[in-house]
């Protein structure tokens, strides 16, 4: 028998009503013939609320304590579904993440998981029953309760369909899948019928909130096909993200914008061998990822370093980088978080070295000056001031997509 | 080290203040160089809020699912307990009660601890951690969260007392103790300052809602002594519960009333040998604990045979009676809900046969007709009208305490 792996977000799971749609959707696809998983966050704004409880008790609540009141909120929508499915006549099987072989590291509130051990899944499965998961949770070989970040319920979802070798994996959600843009800017944004993990993980990375980044890693590992599709609009059928062989000729999928950037620039540093090492060794100590980097020319042996982090990072890759410039003899550090960066994503963009030139191009025209650019295979990103982020991100999706 | 078990219910936990005047309390007691257990239930009215989550899905949610659904409260309550205590410095350790190790049957929403393994709680005690666990809740032989039914956290904290040799186990409430009677029908009514596991029992069975009766039972058996003490009352001293010798001569204790009783009469059956069996086994057959049965004298070969059961087993009772009534060749058969059983509870009562007389006597006093009596070696019942009860209480509290 095939089996589905379908995963439900908090929107999809607001109140009783919702659920119950979603247990009707979760039913129809046992009647098609598919061995189901389901895979569910908590509630609304469960999580908020929780953390919000453990705020009045303290400032920094302590992450394991914090792990074990999160996890309750998936518990939560796991028995409410499995009663919806049972109301409407066919077997559930509710099961934490413990109980169903979710193991990670130790690294409360943030686990990266380890190793699935799918053999409940599986027994229950084999008596024909509908499987319903908590998201987001795991158990750390200390045997306490885990989560795994943010968006973690997408990451449940592939690592099960990828232990379990589902045929499909099912990510539903409150959009109706992914745009050439955000529709919330670009109202000529389009829905992808499909995409490459490559692409979808440069635009996971690129500011395009649809799904969490590891998920898509996860899945491209494992080979792991999936569709993100919308909960409450049954004829949507969403993007679907799999393998994808590369295209002859460029061809952009999407395009995207990041406002959660900041520029932070090294003004008149000496410039001998093994400075940029330096710096950058002492940012990625710190589990600071840094994106683009930008070294001028050296002028009369000074050299001026700017790099772009993540706006939740600035301040202490900042304070890091005060020390680093008077250590090593800098005029000045800046920073700088009036920033945004635009980015195109597809395949095959690399043999087609005219791409680059039409994004250039295209941001001119409206005027807008590119401070930074940085290339990778399938992206090209350029670094605008933020106010000029919309202008330049809409003549872009116009000059490849529109 | 001596280890004190801590229960606190939800009355004790209804928000973040309560929470960490709690955490308090609890820090003291490891302050005063005690090894310390603590089991809460869920927060205020968590757990109804809960049900009725479930029971907009379905009239009777499937007892599975509710389980699992329940047992979220009291994850929430031990998550926040454990922030609340390590804020204030000392290390806390949390446990759902499948990890606490309370082992039960699969009889969802009413399971019966069959073991507790008690390896977990003990490991972290001895890394001088305060362990706080899910009260109402355990796992069961195949692998379901089960829980304990209404007041399960009593007898979570006595098994866990029971099964780690502790050398108490003080049950927090939001009443001063146990009394001589309910302080809200008879204000004179005094704080027993200590009573032994049978009266004790007998009074969680006539009606005194203090504790549930499985937990005092297993106190009983395993010798755990036990005190019910106030939350938020430091200086009260609370009513210990302990094994105790047979006093000379007569002591009550305590008087109760239980409203929730109910009556069934069975008129003028013929009278052979083995009828009272047959109705009584049927009764049991459908786990219906009958309370009072009163035959009276045979007249002419017919019998009217009278028993009392809880209220809510009345109409399942009530119907057996009809059909074996019919079958029987009875007359008639009444139900009455109209009645209220008072009941004085003392060890020693037996030797000393006078007391039945003054309770009687009592009652006759203001004027009270008496329509059933049962007597055992520590308590002595009477079914007097509903709207006589609190008067009649009033007077053997009177004659036997004041």
Redesign the interface.
């Known amino acids: 028998m095939d089996i589905i792996v379908q995963k439900y977000g908090g929107s999809s799971l607001i109140d009783?009503e919702k659920?119950?749609f979603v247990a009707e959707r979760i039913v129809e696809t046992k009647k098609n013939g598919y061995g189901v998983v389901v895979v569910v966050s908590a509630m609304g704004k469960t999580t908020d609320n929780?953390i919000s409880?453990?705020k009045?008790?303290?400032t920094f609540?302590?992450a394991?304590?914090?792990d074990?009141?999160l996890?309750?909120g998936e518990?939560?929508s796991?028995?409410?579904v499995?009663?919806?499915i049972?109301?409407l006549g066919y077997e559930?099987e509710?099961f934490?993440g413990y109980?169903a072989g979710i193991k990670t590291d130790n690294v409360h509130t943030k686990a990266r998981i380890q190793k699935i051990d799918p053999k409940?899944i599986i027994r229950e499965l084999n008596k024909n029953k509908i499987v319903v998961v908590a998201g987001f949770q795991g158990i750390s070989f200390e045997?306490t309760?885990t989560t795994l970040g943010r968006g973690g319920s997408d990451l449940t979802a592939i690592a099960i369909a990828a232990a379990i070798k589902a045929k499909l994996c099912e990510i539903y959600t409150d959009v109706e899948g992914v745009f050439t843009a955000d529709p919330n800017i670009i109202s000529e944004a389009k829905l992808i019928k499909e995409i490459s993990y490559d692409e979808m993980l440069e635009m996971a990375w690129s500011g395009a909130k649809v799904m969490q980044a590891r998920a898509v890693e996860f899945a491209k590992k494992y080979k792991v096909p999936f569709v993100v599709k919308p909960t409450f609009n049954k004829k949507g059928e969403g993007t679907m993200i799999k393998e994808m062989e590369v295209k002859e000729g460029a061809s952009v999928s999407a395009v995207s914008i990041d406002k959660n950037q900041a520029k932070i620039t090294i003004f008149r540093i000496p410039d001998r061998p093994g400075i940029a090492a330096e710096i950058f060794t002492s940012i990625g100590n710190e589990n600071i990822n840094v994106d683009m980097i930008v070294q001028n020319v050296s002028k009369q042996n000074y050299a001026d370093i700017s790099f772009t982090v993540d706006i939740n990072d600035l301040e202490k890759a900042f304070e890091i980088s005060q020390k680093l410039g008077e250590k090593l003899g800098a005029e000045k550090v800046e920073k700088d978080t009036d920033i945004c960066k635009i980015s195109i994503i597809g395949i095959g963009m690399m043999n087609n070295p005219g791409v680059a030139g039409r994004m250039f191009s295209a941001i001119a025209k409206v005027g807008v000056n590119i401070e930074m650019i940085s290339t990778s295979e399938i992206k090209i990103s350029s670094i605008v001031r933020k106010k000029d982020g919309e202008k330049a991100l809409k003549q872009v999706h116009k000059e490849f997509i529109q």
């Open positions: 009783i659920i119950k929780l409880l453990a009045q008790i303290t609540p302590p394991r304590e914090l074990l009141l996890s309750t518990m939560v796991v028995s409410l499995c009663m919806a049972e109301n559930a509710g934490p109980f409940n045997n309760i």
